[in-house]
Nanobody, 120 residues
């Protein structure tokens, strides 16, 4: 079993930055890919960024809407996966969820979510 706890959400003005953190506990060796997803009110949950266990940032996968603004990173020694968000826009407002996926695509774990609000 794996537990995920997110932190770092909040209110920020357009153009500002936030850093989200996800701490992983439990059967950490069972986690392959980690990622961040988000869900805005009335919308489906969507992928923001994912990163493999090797944690090589330049090979991470990003949604087109956040490319060049968001950076996902992973520290296996600290059991964390962070999302650095720069140049935030009002349309980035959503609940952000940390995600962990086991080898072969299952099981899938989710954190409880953290609210990010971009508004002036």
């Amino acid at each position: 079993q794996v537990q995920l706890v997110e932190s770092g959400g909040g209110l920020v003005q357009p153009g500002g930055s936030l850093r989200l953190s996800c701490i992983v506990s439990g059967s950490i060796v069972s986690v392959a890919t980690m990622g961040w997803y988000r869900q805005a009110p009335g919308q489906q949950r969507e992928l923001v960024a994912t990163i493999t266990r090797r944690g090589i940032t330049k090979y991470a996968n990003y949604a087109d809407s956040v490319k060049g603004r968001f950076t996902i990173s992973r520290d296996n020694a600290k059991n964390t996966a962070d999302l650095q968000m720069n140049s935030l826009k009002p349309e980035d407002t959503a609940v952000y969820y940390c995600n962990a996926v086991g080898w072969g695509g299952s099981p899938i774990y989710w954190g409880q979510g953290t609210q990010v609000t971009v508004s002036s």
